[in-house]
């Protein structure tokens, strides 16, 4: 009877357990998570707020159009992008790296401490220039090339540039893509207006069609080559915020993990 009991709380703990571990799939426990819960290579006790490494909900940089950004971004050109590697078949134009992909890069380039924000946790902590969190407890991101992918960017899936190679055809300059796209060999995208502004997105196997949904490829609207056009970004495979996608642990924020490849065929038809 003492044994059944055993029995029945180790059972007890570890289903309650594993329900735990779904409550927190998300950004909280996460390798995003700077803070002593967190997962990833460095961690302070100075602060458990977890977004405050990412987003403030005042004073934020407006310069990448990233949702109340609290962190100092870097200068475009100091990028090496894909295209100086001048592979045979690459047919998008570049703009300079931006969008959500210089946000990304804020930590990920490895050229400032990861707890660098403008507006510190707490009353009175505002600083356009940038300060530490903790100086002692958070540096730069190590680990060259992943996950800290530097300024050279040749040895990264392409991004900042326009989808479906070579973008909207003439015919079709909104890029709605009704015609064909500059490229065959991608699907093509959604697209809908919301605020007056155009969306893209290519539908992924997950959720449900012609719905955007962050389990779809999503393409960031730019509008640096002459028209708003949609682009390809760092957040158009990743989610920054769901380290456990469909219930897998491990799947490196992906928007869906990527059995059989099918983030890379949601775009390229292959
Ligand atoms: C490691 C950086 C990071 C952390 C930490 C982080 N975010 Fe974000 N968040 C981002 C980025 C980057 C975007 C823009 C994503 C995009 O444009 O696709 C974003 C977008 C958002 C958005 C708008 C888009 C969406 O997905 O709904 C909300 C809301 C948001 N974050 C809330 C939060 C909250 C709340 C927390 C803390 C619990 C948090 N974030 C922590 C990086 C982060
Ligand atoms: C505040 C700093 C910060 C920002 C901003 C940030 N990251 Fe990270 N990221 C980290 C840290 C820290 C790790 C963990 C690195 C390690 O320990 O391996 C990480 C890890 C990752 C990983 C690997 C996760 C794994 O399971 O191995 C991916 C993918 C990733 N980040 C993508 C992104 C993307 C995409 C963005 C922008 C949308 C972004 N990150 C923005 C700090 C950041
Ligand atoms: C076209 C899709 C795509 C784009 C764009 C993309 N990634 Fe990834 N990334 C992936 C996939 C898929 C993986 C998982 C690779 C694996 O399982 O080994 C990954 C893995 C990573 C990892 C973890 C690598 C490791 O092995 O630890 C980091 C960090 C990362 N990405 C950051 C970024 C950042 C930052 C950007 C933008 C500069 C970016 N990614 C753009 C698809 C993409
Ligand atoms: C969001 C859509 C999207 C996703 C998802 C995506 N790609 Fe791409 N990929 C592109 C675009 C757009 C280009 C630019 C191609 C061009 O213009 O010729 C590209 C370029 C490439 C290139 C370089 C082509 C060249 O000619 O140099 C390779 C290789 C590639 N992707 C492989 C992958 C792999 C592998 C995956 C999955 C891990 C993946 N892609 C996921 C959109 C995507």
């Known amino acids: 009877m003492k044994q059944m009991n055993f029995f029945w709380k180790v059972l007890l703990i570890s289903t309650l357990g594993l329900w735990s571990g779904f409550a927190t799939a998300g950004v909280v426990a996460s390798k995003h998570d700077l803070t002593a819960s967190g997962g990833g290579q460095a961690t302070t006790t100075v602060t458990d707020e977890v977004c405050v490494f990412c987003h403030t909900p005042h004073g934020s940089d407006t310069a990448a159009p990233v949702p109340l950004w609290n962190k100092v971004l870097g200068a475009p050109g100091s990028y090496t992008q894909y295209s100086t590697l001048q592979t045979p078949t690459f047919d998008s134009t570049e703009a300079p790296v931006g969008s959500v992909s210089l946000a990304c890069l804020s930590c990920h380039d490895g050229t400032q401490a990861m707890d660098v924000v403008i507006n510190l946790p ?47 055809s003439a015919a079709d300059p909104d890029g709605t893509f009704a015609g064909t796209l500059g490229d065959p060999d991608f699907n093509a995208p959604e697209k809908a207006t919301v605020n007056g502004n155009p969306i893209w997105w290519v539908d992924s196997p997950v959720g449900t069609a012609a719905t955007r949904e962050k389990t779809d490829m999503i393409l960031y609207a730019r509008n640096d080559l002459g028209t708003v056009q949609p682009f390809v970004e760092c957040g158009s495979c990743h989610d920054p915020h769901n380290d456990q996608t469909q219930g897998q642990t491990s799947v490196q924020f992906l928007r869906i993990n990527n059995t059989a490849s099918q983030i890379c065929t949601a775009c390229h038809v292959k």
Do not use: K, R
């Open 122 to 168: 707490g009353a009175g902590g505002y600083n356009p220039a940038g300060q530490e969190i903790d100086a002692t407890g958070i540096g730069q991101m190590v680990g060259s090339p992943v996950p800290m992918l530097g300024t050279d960017l040749t040895d990264d899936h392409p991004i900042s540039m326009q989808y479906g190679g070579g973008g909207a």
